[in-house]
């Protein structure tokens, strides 16, 4: 069982540059989102979807696109990268409602933005 | 708006001997808290969550945490501490905004157990 696969693992990119962070499970799960880590603030939540069809904001949406075509996939899009998205990005899955089912995480992906 | 603090960067403890990772929460309504742990270029993993009932909380790999609710705060437990145990604690809850989907974290305490 591979649960939540990230892809890649590492990126750098120019300021300017568009891209777009992979993710997926296999454990069915209908709740999926994503979350960048920075020093000292903790994971701050980017978008998260409940469904396939059905995205919606976080906290720190602005400069990223998502899409839930499947239940499988969670993509991030970064439009037009800026230094200030240089983080580790999670992508985080879970079963149900996040009061009834633990988040699973996977293994993150380190972006730089130079 | 939901949050949780986490007051302590760094955490250092014997091994062997109990530890404390502490969190203080602010919410409106009943808090749903969450203990997460992080180990070096891993994912978080869950620990343990608070809903309702006891008040005394048992997780994974021997941990707990205790809700109190007049202290407003949900502290991290183990009896004896173990040298594997080094890592990133999160401290969560629930955000009721958005129809109750999206977790808040703290900061994050870094556990450092010696030998």
């Known amino acids: 069982n591979a649960g939540v696969t990230q892809t890649p693992k590492f990126q750098v990119l120019k300021t300017g540059q568009s891209m777009t962070l992979q993710c997926a499970q296999d454990?069915?799960?209908?709740?999926m989102s994503w979350y960048r880590q920075d020093p000292g603030m903790g994971l701050r939540l980017i978008h998260y979807s409940v469904g396939a069809g059905i995205t919606d904001q976080g906290e720190v949406p602005n400069g990223y696109n998502v899409s839930r075509s499947t239940t499988e996939d969670f993509p991030l899009r970064l439009l037009s990268a800026a230094p200030s998205q240089t983080s580790v990005y999670f992508c985080?899955?879970?079963?149900?409602?996040?009061?009834?089912?633990?988040?699973?995480f996977g293994n993150g992906t380190r972006l730089t933005v130079t | 708006a939901q949050s949780v603090a986490q007051p302590e960067d760094q955490v250092n403890v014997a091994e062997g001997n109990p530890l404390t990772v502490k969190c203080t929460y602010s919410v409106s309504g009943n808090p749903y808290l969450f203990w997460y742990v992080q180990y070096p270029n891993r994912g978080l993993q869950f620990l343990l969550k608070y809903i309702t009932g006891d008040n005394l909380v048992k997780g994974s790999y021997g941990f707990e945490a205790e809700f109190n609710k007049s202290q407003t705060s949900f502290h991290l437990k183990k009896p004896s501490a173990l040298v594997s145990d080094s890592a990133l604690y999160f401290c969560?809850?629930?955000?009721?905004?958005?129809?109750?989907?999206?977790?808040?974290f703290g900061t994050g305490t870094q556990l450092k157990v010696e030998l």
């Open positions: 985080a899955s879970s079963k149900g409602t996040i009061s009834n089912s633990p988040l699973h």
């Open positions: 454990m069915n799960h209908e709740y």
């Open positions: 969560a809850v629930r955000d009721l905004t958005g129809g109750g989907n999206k977790l808040t």
